[in-house]
């Protein structure tokens, strides 16, 4: 979706490094989503936000942080307390909620 | 708890064909449903959403059911094309709205 930016594509954290996802939308929507999706998995909600400087836990938040200072981004910390962090993680925004979510490209990250 | 099942977990097909991908949700109490097509590596993009007031969408060769009371949805593809290739993934929103529960996908083939 062009108007919802992840970065980076490919990402690689040592053990006991923190690393943090980029997700930056112009698309002037209030709510944003991080998922988490492993192989032959649906997605899982880690983390969404509503409205700017207000987030909820999703349903495997454990190990992992978010802020939400700006409407336009919503980045996500992958905490050293995370310990299979090896995954596809999707960033997804809606104008409010219970309207259609639209996906990034992703970020596919991997342990060293 | 929420769960959404997606019946098969793969399809191979010649193309020309039309088929059936299955979705089913055991709480009848959704908002809405979502189908998304994901090709490898990349992220979510939508294909169709019915409100839980709705009983089917049309979009080109894909049409898309909804039967809330029995907790099952299709997706309709007409005269599958090799391009159709992909995995094909069912979402609900319940009625809290807050996020989307999803299945864990079809993965189609089409060949030529």
């Known amino acids: 979706d062009g108007g919802i930016t992840q970065s980076p594509k490919y990402l690689f954290r040592k053990e006991g490094q923190n690393v943090t996802l980029s997700c930056e939308q112009n698309?002037?929507?209030?709510?944003m989503y991080w998922y988490r999706q492993d192989p032959g998995q649906g997605l899982r909600l880690i983390y969404y936000?509503?409205?700017?400087?207000?987030?909820q836990k999703g349903d495997i938040a454990e190990g992992y942080s978010v802020s939400r200072e700006k409407k336009e981004s919503f980045p996500l910390t992958v905490t050293s307390a995370q310990k299979n962090p090896t995954a596809f993680y999707l960033c997804?925004?809606?104008?409010?909620?219970?309207?259609?979510?639209?996906f990034g490209d992703g970020t596919r990250l991997s342990i060293l | 708890k929420q769960e959404v099942t997606q019946i098969p977990a793969a399809l191979s097909v010649p193309e020309g064909e039309n088929l059936v991908l299955n979705c089913s949700f055991t709480?009848?109490?959704?908002?809405?449903l979502q189908w998304f097509r994901q090709d490898p590596g990349k992220g979510l993009t939508s294909l169709l959403l019915?409100?839980?007031?709705?009983r089917e969408q049309t979009s080109g060769r894909l049409n898309a059911s909804l039967d809330k009371s029995s907790g099952r949805s299709t997706l309709y593809i007409a005269a599958s094309q090799p391009g159709d290739s992909a995995t094909y993934l069912c979402?609900?929103?319940?009625?809290?709205?807050?996020?989307?529960?999803f299945g864990k996908g079809t993965t189609l083939s089409v060949s030529s």
């Open positions: 997804a925004t809606s104008d409010r909620v219970n309207q259609p979510q639209h």
């Open positions: 698309l002037n929507h209030d709510a």
């Open positions: 936000s509503q409205i700017v400087n207000d987030f």
């Open positions: 709480d009848s109490a959704i908002y809405n």
């Open positions: 019915i409100q839980s007031s709705q």
């Open positions: 979402a609900v929103t319940d009625q809290a709205g807050t996020a989307l529960i």
